[in-house]
């Protein structure tokens, strides 16, 4: 083997090794039990692909990128049948609201210093809740994330994503 070709086998080497570095697609259920476990599992620039179904209860709501600069998506996020039927359902059901704030639930939260690569595509979020620090509302069931504002302003970014209220489908 002259020198050349051993070289241009090694950079390929490296090249396929690097690549693989770079960005991992995480796959939900079929190589980790929950979404929240599978965004632990993450690092910046991997993808969190999730299977079409619904998603529910603790490690499938109220979930963290811990600041990671990752994407959380369907399989088809440009499909809107894939879209409609990947479901993260947060629980809320507006005839018997949730009495303990420890219920309270959302799909996303993003207060870690998420920015523009912290992006969720392609999921329908369904029955969150929010606290509107009144009287119960049947009207703050429905789906999202909460966003703390970063010193920055830079935002999480949403795409083909669709949200469900618990009393009708689609808002």
């Given at each position: 083997m002259s020198i050349r070709k051993?070289?241009?086998?090694?950079?390929?080497?490296?090249l396929v090794w690097?690549?693989?570095g770079w960005a991992v697609e995480r796959?939900?259920?079929?190589?980790?039990a929950t979404i929240q476990a599978a965004?632990?599992?993450?690092?910046?620039?991997?993808?969190?692909?999730?299977?079409?179904?619904?998603?529910?209860?603790?490690?499938?709501?109220?979930?963290d990128?811990?600041?990671?600069?990752?994407?959380?998506?369907?399989?088809?996020?440009?499909?809107?049948?894939?879209?409609?039927?990947?479901?993260?359902?947060?629980?809320?059901?507006p005839n018997d609201p949730p009495l303990d704030p420890n219920d309270y639930h959302r799909g996303f939260y993003f207060h870690g210093g998420e920015g523009p690569n912290?992006?969720?595509?392609?999921?329908?979020i369904a029955n969150g809740f929010i606290d509107t620090d009144g009287p119960y509302d049947p009207n703050a069931c429905g789906g999202g994330e909460s966003i703390?504002?970063?010193?920055?302003?830079?935002?999480p970014t949403a795409r083909s994503a669709g949200t469900q209220r618990a009393t009708r489908a689609g808002v």
């Open positions: 051993g070289l241009a086998l090694c950079w390929g080497f490296a690097t690549a693989d796959h939900v259920p079929s190589e980790y965004i632990d599992a993450s690092s910046d620039g991997d993808e969190v692909i999730i299977a079409v179904g619904t998603y529910e209860g603790n490690g499938n709501r109220d979930l990128y811990g600041g990671r600069a990752i994407t959380v998506q369907s399989t088809d996020p440009n499909d809107p049948n894939v879209v409609a039927a990947t479901v993260i359902d947060c629980g809320c059901d912290s992006a969720v595509a392609g999921l329908t703390v504002r970063p010193a920055a302003r830079r935002w």
